[in-house]
């Protein structure tokens, strides 16, 4: 058993600080989840605007118009396919960037936050095993200790008749002369 006072390191890997920790990596986990879930949500987004303002040049608005307004409306249908374009292009970078290096993290540390919580728990119950075999020896040696204690107790007390037994013969053996 750890005695002194409270220890933030001893503390930390009791039972309840194991605990703790798994917590805390699962709230982790989860706010990397959201934030990937955001991501690809952002992509999603920038591909359903690409197809909306990709369907703008598809439409025949302005085939009876000429002049100025015509010049206006094609241009303005230029930049809606670059807009399109681009909105596809960011879409695929926040997936790939974003969206897949993220996924990927969270995959690669659940691997290794289930493997250092697995061995965390398992030399947590070996503590255990052994802080339970500890406290059994130190109760056999306990009882053992109480138990040559009364012996040397029986036998001083049976020394002492002895010695008592022995000094009574030693005066009648010096009575008679």
């Known amino acids: 058993v750890i005695t002194g006072g409270p220890s933030y390191s001893r503390d930390m890997w009791d039972s309840h600080g194991v605990k703790m920790i798994s917590e805390r990596i699962d709230k982790a986990k989860k706010s990397m989840k959201q934030l990937r879930d955001f991501f690809q949500d952002a992509a999603n987004m920038s591909f359903r605007n690409a197809q909306t303002t990709g369907k703008l040049n598809q439409l025949n608005v302005g085939q009876n118009e000429f002049g100025t307004l015509k010049f206006v409306e094609d241009r303005y249908c230029e930049l809606i396919e670059t807009m399109s ?37 398992q030399w947590q119950k070996s503590l255990e095993r052994e802080q339970k075999k500890l406290r059994k020896a130190k109760t056999n040696y306990d009882e053992k200790k109480r138990q040559c204690l009364a012996v040397q107790k029986a036998l001083k007390i049976e020394k002492e008749n002895l010695n008592t037994i022995k000094g009574n013969q030693s005066q009648l053996n010096k009575a008679p002369q």
């Open 85 to 121: 374009k681009n909105e596809e292009i960011l879409g695929s970078k926040i997936r790939t960037q974003c969206y897949q290096k993220l996924n990927d993290q969270i995959n690669r540390i659940s691997r290794v936050n289930t493997k250092l919580l697995s061995d965390l728990q």
